[in-house]
């Protein structure tokens, strides 16, 4: 049975940073591509980062480049998202995804997907 438990959100001011993390179990987390996603209220839900299951290629939303680091650790079977420069439009509920196949290269917003509970990130200015 695969988990995903997001942690790291939080409250903070606009220009300041935060990680967020995924902890995986449950199936070999190096085989898949992992995903972050988000959801701010009135909004659907929508793709912020993704990393391939072997780490080389990354995507990023226009919103987030350059801002946004996504990275993963497969001793640790865990994946991370910093975040810095936020603004209060990084507001929303960030969830990790990750595909049911393996060997893929992005993940997809799909609700297929393995998800998180989610992790509240709110930025004030």
């Known amino acids: 049975q695969v988990q995903l438990v997001e942690s790291g959100g939080g409250l903070v001011q606009a220009g300041d940073s935060l990680r967020l993390s995924c902890a995986a179990s449950g199936r070999t987390f190096s085989s898949y591509a992992m995903g972050w996603f988000r959801q701010a209220p009135g909004k659907e839900r929508e793709f912020v980062a993704s990393?391939?299951?072997?780490?080389?290629?990354?995507v990023y939303a226009d919103s987030v480049k350059g801002r946004f680091t996504i990275s993963r650790d497969n001793a640790k079977n865990t994946m991370y998202l910093q975040m810095n420069l936020l603004t209060p439009e990084d507001t929303a509920v960030y969830y990790c995804?990750?595909?049911?196949?393996?060997?893929?290269?992005?993940?997809?917003?799909?609700?297929?997907?393995?998800w998180g509970q989610g992790t509240q990130v709110t930025v004030f200015s």
């Open positions: 995804a990750t595909p049911w196949a393996p060997y893929s290269d992005y993940v997809r917003n799909e609700n297929d997907n393995y």
């Open positions: 990393i391939s299951w072997s780490g080389r290629n990354r």
